[in-house]
């Protein structure tokens, strides 16, 4: 069976620093990987997905992700994160043909002080 | 405005009660999906429609009973639950392909029921 696993369930920075959020995922196949983001009171939203070609993925609010086939990994990435960026992240991942059957991480909160 | 609304934003009920929770998308999409999301905890997936047909029951109890009556409109029927099922239940769509494909849409989720079981 598919799993994720997100290493930090929390972090804490400041304005201006730069974010990694990192995940592994498990299967042996081809994936397809997402990550969304759940601002505070808000629902979930995709911040960016890979399907197959350029594994380094570019998404919306100056984030970018890259998949590492030989690390089973889809680390999140923001070089300068902003107050504004305080939400949960949550990788996702889910198989070809799977008809939309997604694994999700347990989430990292993110916490940008000013 | 996600597309995907759910009702009721909050529900406290007693292990006895009988309760539905509701879910309506406007995206035209084909697949919906009820996700539970409890606190440092991964979303659970709990059921997967496809063109208004069940395609996956994620060894959910069956005091959670989906209806889903057309492509736009789901369900959550809630009968004698527990308080560990106390949780956001999240609702999704998505749009699928038809034909076997790489390409599976995104999720697209609505804001939650928050349920609180006494």
């Known amino acids: 069976a598919q799993s994720v696993s997100q290493h930090n369930h929390h972090v804490i920075l400041s304005e201006a620093a730069s974010l990694e959020l990192g995940c592994n995922y498990s299967y042996g196949g081809t994936v397809n990987l997402f990550w969304y983001v759940q601002y505070p009171g808000q629902h979930l939203q995709l911040l960016l997905k890979y399907f197959s070609g350029d594994p380094l993925v570019k998404g919306i609010k100056g984030f970018e992700a890259e998949f590492i086939k030989s690390k089973f990994s889809f680390n999140l990435r923001k070089p300068s994160v902003q107050w504004s960026d305080t939400a949960e992240y949550f990788c996702a991942v889910n198989a070809p043909y799977s008809w939309g059957k997604f694994q999700f991480g347990a989430g990292t909160q993110v916490v940008v002080t000013p | 405005e996600t597309g995907v609304t759910q009702t009721p934003r909050h529900l406290v009920m007693g292990m006895t009660n009988k309760k539905s929770l509701k879910c309506e998308q406007h995206?035209?999409?084909?697949?919906m999906y009820w996700y539970k999301q409890s606190a440092k905890k991964p979303l659970e997936l709990m059921f997967v429609?496809?063109?208004?047909?069940?395609?996956e029951n994620n060894s959910v109890p069956s005091r959670f009973s989906p209806e889903c009556p057309n492509s736009s409109h789901l369900f959550l029927h809630l009968h004698t639950l527990q308080p560990e099922d106390s949780a956001l239940y999240l609702c999704?769509?998505?749009?699928?392909?038809?034909?076997?494909?790489?390409?599976?849409?995104?999720?697209?989720f609505g804001e939650g029921s928050r349920l609180t079981v006494l």
């Open positions: 995206l035209g999409h084909n697949a």
């Open positions: 999704a769509s998505s749009q699928e392909a038809q034909t076997s494909g790489r390409d599976t849409g995104e999720l697209f």
């Open positions: 429609y496809n063109f208004k047909e069940q395609t």
